[in-house]
Each structure stands twice: as structure tokens, then as C-alpha cells.
């Protein structure tokens, strides 16, 4: 900023700032469980599904059960932002940008802690203390919009895939009282739309959604969001299921939508967003704005997240 600064000074006279467009702070942070973290790295302990032993008869022995027992690794990443507003700059552009700049700081940090859910979402999960084993998100928590014509036929985003979405976080006993998400561009949100096919309720519900009238649809909460990366998806001609294989297909630089149940993704905070302004009399007594935070996130639960591949809109 320090060396754009001049673009600002006044021929005109305003003391008006405006944030050009941008995605103002983080949008998927309430929709993920928070914790607060010690430490550059932390463990978070899971216990995982039992079964039951059927008594086999009078004064019989007791039967042990070893109960699944794991553990997810959070290590810390930080962030910050920094500009500097000189004493000049104030005089000649007749405004005090000390406010405007802490709010875009704010925002930027904000934007990059969506950034670390969608990576964690999205990446390697690790797990294990000692050991640590690397943990991709499974190919089962991997979809593809398809249209009827087959799996061959890879879509924007549809109906069919979102009800596909419900089923997989059903089938995996996902407890339907936890809040589910999908998070998804303006793109594919729009693509809903197109649906020629879907009830005139199912139809009438997503012209509400991509009016911004509403937020839910077919159990999900709808965030939309234009940060989540296009990436190749590899997938079975035959079943459309992502997966390795030598007749496997490819969509090049798909868009990829996120759905997940809340507490199937978690970010922890080691240090939450947090600013400041100071003086520097190092450099001429000019304002300096800072910000930072230190943060990291991982998948909890894998069958609780989903990553759905979609024709891109190129």
C-alpha cells in the first residue's frame, strides 16, 4: 500500500475509503466445531464404533472388547497481515485510513482461515502420536455430478448429487441431529437452476436459495463461497465412483463442492485474529497496521466430510 498510496492523493476532495469486492472475513468458521489449542501441536482423541458380545451361558467367562481408539493431530500455522500508512499520506489524501485498513485485515485474515478448512477438508488428515499416519480423504467421501445419461457424462452440479450426498452421510450413520453444510460457488449454485427434472418444490426451493431467500435445502446449510480450488477428479467410467484404476476417466480443473456434518470438521485456535496499531519512530513515526492469528484444522471424522467433483463452467 505504501507504494500505492499516491494513487489516492486528492485532486478531488472526498474523505470517503470503500473496500472494493471481496469476501469480508471467514464464512464457514460457525460451521465447523472450535477449539482452542496449547502447544504447536495437539491430539485430539476419537473413539470409534463397538460391538456387543452375546452371553453364551450361565458363569460363562467375561469376553473383552477392545473399543476403537484413535487420535487426530492439529499442528499451528500463523498468519498475519501488515501495511504501513505514512504521516504524508494522511495529509495528502485528507483521510485517516487507520479504521479501513484494520477491517481489511481483519477480512483477509478471516478469508484465510476458510482457506485451512477447505485444505483440511479437502487434504491429508494425520493421525496416530508416535507414528504419525497421513490420511487422504477416502475415495468413499468422493463423488461425481453426473447427468442420467450416465456417469460418463460429468455435470454441474444437480439434484441427483446432492441427494446422492444425503444418502452417503445417512448409510454412514451420520447423526441427522448434527448440522450438515455444503459449501459451493456461485456457479454451481446457479446450475441448480437448470434442473428440468426436479419437482416443482425441489425447483421452487433452489430459485428461493439462489435468491439468497433461503439457506436450506435437502438437509443441508448452503454456504457459498468462491475459494474452493478447481482440481482435477479422477473417476470409474462404469460406477462414476472417484477412484484409482486403469479405466478411469478424467475432469480436468473441475469445481468441487463441499458437504460435511459440523463436528466432522474442526478448527483449532491457538491464538484467535487479533490486531493492532502502533507508531513507528523507526520509519519517520508512520502508522503501522498488524494483524495475525494462529490456527490449524483437520477432518475428524472422515465419512462426515464430501468432496463432489462438477463439470466447471468453462
Known sequence: MSQQIPQSFVDQFTSNVFHLSQQKGSRLRMAVRNESQK??????????????????????????????????????????????????????????PQGP??????WALGRAMDDVLITAMQGNAYEGRGTISTIALPDASKLISYTSVGPTVVSR??????????KVLDKAEVDPSIRRYCALGAEQLESLLNETEVTSSDYNTVKALVRGEVDEFMGFTFIRTERIPQADASYVNATGIVDAGSNDATETDADHVLCWASDGVMLSVGRDMKGRIDVRPDKHYLTQVYASMGIGATRLEDVKVLDIACKNSA
Open 39 to 96: 502447544g504447536e501441536s495437539a491430539f485430539y482423541e476419537r473413539i470409534g464404533a463397538a460391538s456387543a458380545i452375546k452371553k453364551v451361558g450361565r458363569h460363562s467367562d467375561t469376553g473383552q472388547i477392545d473399543t476403537p481408539h484413535s487420535k487426530r493431530r492439529v499442528t499451528l500455522e500463523d498468519w498475519y497481515y501488515n501495511d504501513f500508512i505514512d504521516e504524508e499520506d494522511k495529509i495528502r489524501t485528507l483521510i485517516d
Open 101 to 106: 485498513y484494520s477491517q481489511a485485515a481483519m
Open 157 to 166: 452440479l444437480n439434484i441427483d448429487a446432492l441427494r446422492r450426498a444425503k
